[in-house]
């Protein structure tokens, strides 16, 4: 049976989404690779002169060999190569979410980095102190999914009753799907508690390549400080 507090937030839950599907690619320049922890290589690829993504740390000259495929090092890249763009993806393997990073030239796309996605991004959130974010995202798929949640649940309050504070995480929000084209937000306020402390429950969806991306990032981290 549901519960009554479970019923009423059933009911009053506010949601508001932007319509769409989480974006496919964004492009990125190369210097988000390097926030990434990678760098952009050129060299041999089990022989054959070929871009890829390595980690940071890596020198000219250096050999090595990763899931039976042998590379060698022979340039690290400070720019992009000449008339080359590089996007990024989401890509979804047996339910984990993989970061699919290429180079694309006259609609063809050459692969430089194929891993999963939770680890790197979560390493990236933490080396640019993305606080609000690490303590709010669950899990990832093609959108993440961030919970912030405090005090006890009760019955929610209608829009117009919604404090300042909540109000200006919406308009925030709405901001920030549109520029990323999608996102989805749910959010119960049950008013304060006895100390003058907000209780409230939020989930918010957003594209998960987006948060690759560090202004985007950062306006997420800042949209969630709202709510203490």
Known sequence: ????????????????????????????????????????VFGKKDGEDAFFGVEEGKKVGDKFNKDDVEYEVKEILEKLPKNKKMFAKIEMVEGRAYLYVY???????????????????????????????IEAIRNIGSAANLVKKHGDEGKPVSFEELPPVARRFLRDAKKIEKEMGFGRVALAYFGENKSGEARYWLE?????????????????????????
């Open 204 to 228: 918010w969806m957003v594209p998960t390549i987006a948060l690759f991306d560090e202004k985007i990032s950062e306006k997420i981290d800042k949209a969630l400080a709202e709510f203490k």
């Open 103 to 133: 180079l694309r030239e006259d609609d063809i796309d050459t692969p430089i980095l194929y891993i999963p996605a939770g680890e790197v991004l979560l390493a990236f959130l933490k080396k640019h102190k993305f606080i609000k974010i």
């Open 1 to 40: 049976m549901i519960t009554e507090v479970r019923e009423a937030m059933l009911l009053n839950t506010l949601v508001f989404e932007t319509l769409g599907q989480p974006e496919k690619e964004r492009e990125f320049k190369l210097k988000s690779l390097k926030k990434w922890g990678f760098d952009l």
